[in-house]
């Protein structure tokens, strides 16, 4: 069996999308759902799924549906997610809410949610897992959702401590990315330690990404990144370098530290952040951790010895340059 | 086998509500879910649910997750819809986005959404039924989001005519209660033919039950109903009274309705509307109306011969003499 490559996936997952681009009545209830599936974003989730199926399966046309469940899942979280971070744009467009009203974008979104499901169904039907992807998908979501409050609840905090960090960030992008490998795995039939296995290493490879993210929003170059260097920290952002900077900080110099922050987005100067940043050595810091994620992902692949991991693998190289 | 009476149902299913509280993390997910679980409601759908189970089947505690689904489902769109409507009430208390803020609500929406999937599926999974389950409600969810989304289109229409506007009850009310009753038979096991008669049973009862809400909202006494009388009138909302007067006339009297209507909210007068009402006879018309539905309702149940459809032939009179 000849494993197919991303840029296949890519295209091919593609063209199912559009093709199943909603029609139904009204159409102001699938309008929303249509334009955020329009706007672009590299389809990792949905390629994750059929890179898992393709393990073991070759008939990709039975796992498309799957793959749009995942993909339509996390359009929903992101319809609903721009809502609450009052986010004007979207993959640089202006965001659903923006252009539909925020009462669109909540049902649009629901009415994605739920044909996450309607979608995993179908996949499933057919190959008999109907039901077990439905459960691994609601388990998920909730998570995801957990996920969400979590990281809305820490912008009020001043110092999520790492650990607690990484679980915001697994649980609200991590988990999906794994979520899609697992279910991809079941729909082909794996047994249940590869599709931990799977999961787990998509778990680990969006922990990894998250922290590259956050590293490249403070230290990457603006014209290879398309976002402003620094921009979270303009916000005020609590992102992994601040959680890991306060982690290291005690007493005064930790207080000073808050206070810089707070003041950088006030006076639209990130300088003396960056000081502090380089006094900590945490770039140097971040990008161990990231690393060592990868590393743990790449782990998870050693240990499935009975399938050609060697596409998948590839992926921890084609991610890490470009933005996901 | 001895059928249980709602009012046996109501108990049982209230006890298993309260205990199946959820208690996760983090709490402030949580904590709307308890708050909107805990305001009341007569919990029609779950009770529908195992009536309809009863039917067939005396093993209660094995529907009681699918029935928690469907008032998990209720209550997220409860959630939802009260921010597009801007509703500052729901069941006499401030409602959840006035209480958490319109961010909570959405995402503990989104938890609910989530987790009536998670309970059809722990009902069903016993009983060899999950994805069938999942597919029925999958469906009437999109067409209750495709109801809310015509609700709201509406108020922005001059005129939705008879047909839209029952079209538009029968997706956004009905469709959950028919739902409820289907779901309940399926998990019962029962033939798809039992199964599609108590969904039309259900569907024609919520059509009837919206109509008589939207006649006793301008006829009803306000002391028995519990709400102002002419609420609909004074928001300029277009009930089916509205709709069927205005497909009544014609021509100038038409537009001197129209007119009228969007008045009396302005000028707190509802009196021309009532005279307007008075003189088509809208209330007889709206009656007649609403009694076809029931009588087509308990048609339905006449057609099950094989099971005793006493105590959900009771359910039109009893919803008859209280506010669902």
Redesign the interface.
């Known amino acids: 069996m000849r494993l197919k490559d991303f840029q296949f996936l890519a295209e091919e997952f593609s063209a199912f999308l559009f093709a199943r681009q909603p029609k ?3 159409d ?2 699938y309008a929303p759902v249509r334009y955020i599936n329009t706007l672009g974003g590299k389809h990792i989730r949905p390629i994750l799924l059929l890179m898992a199926y393709n393990l073991w399966k070759d008939d990709l046309d039975k796992a498309m549906p799957a793959a749009l469940a995942v993909e339509y899942f996390h359009n929903f979280s992101l319809m ?1 997610d721009d ?2 971070d009052a986010a004007p744009l979207r993959r640089g467009n202006p965001s659903v809410h923006k252009v539909y009203g ?3 974008a ?2 649009s ?3 994605m ?3 996450c ?2 979608l995993l ?1 179908e996949s ?2 057919e190959m008999g897992s ?2 077990h992807l ?2 691994v998908m ?2 998920a ?2 998570e995801i ?2 996920g ?3 990281d ?2 820490f912008e009020k905090m001043d110092s999520p401590n790492e650990s607690q960090y990484l679980e915001m960030i697994r649980k609200k992008t991590a988990c999906l990315l794994g979520t899609s490998m697992h279910l991809g795995a079941i729909l082909a039939g794996a047994e249940e330690r590869d599709a931990h296995l799977l999961y787990t290493f998509g778990e680990k490879l969006g922990l990894g990404f998250q922290i590259q993210d956050d590293i490249l929003d403070v230290f990457g170059d603006a014209i290879l990144t398309g976002k402003q260097q620094g921009g979270d920290i303009l916000q005020g952002k609590k992102n992994f370098l601040y959680v890991a900077a306060y982690a290291q900080l005690s007493g005064k110099a930790r207080d000073a530290f808050v206070e810089t922050y707070a003041m950088a987005g006030k006076q639209k100067d990130t300088e003396p952040v960056y000081t502090v940043y380089g006094e900590l050595a945490i770039e140097k810091y971040a990008s161990e951790v990231h690393r060592a994620y990868i590393r743990e992902a790449v782990e998870c692949l050693e240990e499935m010895v009975e399938v050609d991991t060697t596409q998948i693998r590839g992926l921890t190289h084609l991610l890490a340059s470009r933005k996901h």
Request: proline share 3%.
């Open positions: 139904g009545e009204p102001s209830l609903h809502i609450m925020e009462n669109s909540i049902l979104g629901d009415a949610l739920i044909q499901f309607g169904l499933g039907k109907a039901a439905c459960e609601c388990q979501a909730l959702c957990e969400q409050q979590l809305m609840d």
